[in-house]
């Protein structure tokens, strides 16, 4: 990880070199990505790189083989509507709404296999790139309430 952690500078120059070939919403996205890969680093290496390491446990692997069915089934919604297309003007509110609830889809899945904390690799820097397209004027987080008797009530 400390090793992984230097290198996280030298992408800086391919940021400069992309921008003159970049619009100027892109280049905020691609500068977005860029700023989150720290925050993916350190949940990557937490506790000494455990969530990498559970990811190599056979129970793992075996239980991941066992939802990949229904992972296939989050990826292909999620690439059958963005269809690789990325345009700013293109993030409709039903694209957005997937692209948001792309994650959501895989965690229920990983649930099963306590390997839902994998789901930060994807959740970091999409929480970074989202406000800053035209997502911003379609997501809204759920506002959750505990009421006195525990329950939760979404609003």
Same mark, same amino acid.
């Given at each position: 990880?400390?090793?992984v952690?230097?290198?996280?500078?030298?992408?800086?120059?391919?940021?400069?070199?992309v921008?003159?070939?970049?619009?100027?919403?892109?280049?905020?996205?691609?500068?977005?990505?860029?700023?989150?890969?720290?925050?993916?680093?350190?949940? &990557? =290496?937490? /506790?000494?790189g455990?969530? #990498?390491?559970?990811?190599?446990?056979?129970?793992? $692997?075996?239980?991941?083989? @066992?939802?990949?069915d229904?992972?296939? &089934? =989050?990826? /292909?919604?999620?690439?059958? #509507?963005?269809?690789?297309?990325?345009?700013?003007? $293109?993030?409709?509110?039903? @694209?957005?709404?997937?692209?948001?609830?792309?994650?959501?889809?895989?965690?229920?899945?990983?649930?099963?296999?306590?390997?839902?904390?994998?789901?930060?690799?994807?959740?970091?820097?999409?929480?970074?790139?989202?406000?800053?397209?035209?997502?911003?004027?379609?997501?809204?987080?759920?506002?959750?309430?505990?009421?006195?008797?525990?329950?939760?009530?979404?609003?």
């Amino acid at each position: 990880c400390p090793k992984v952690r230097s290198l996280i500078s030298c992408p800086d120059g391919i940021v400069v070199a992309v921008r003159p070939c970049l619009k100027e919403s892109a280049r905020n996205i691609v500068q977005a990505f860029y700023d989150s890969i720290p925050e993916v680093l350190n949940l &990557a =290496c937490k /506790n000494d790189g455990e969530i #990498i390491f559970k990811l190599t446990d056979q129970k793992w $692997q075996d239980c991941f083989m @066992r939802k990949a069915d229904q992972m296939w &089934a =989050c990826y /292909n919604t999620l690439q059958s #509507i963005l269809n690789g297309d990325w345009e700013n003007s $293109q993030l409709t509110p039903e @694209r957005c709404s997937i692209l948001k609830n792309f994650g959501q889809c895989l965690k229920d899945q990983l649930d099963a296999c306590d390997l839902s904390d994998i789901i930060g690799f994807y959740d970091i820097p999409m929480n970074a790139v989202l406000p800053l397209t035209s997502c911003a004027n379609y997501t809204q987080e759920p506002t959750v309430h505990l009421l006195d008797n525990n329950t939760i009530v979404e609003t």
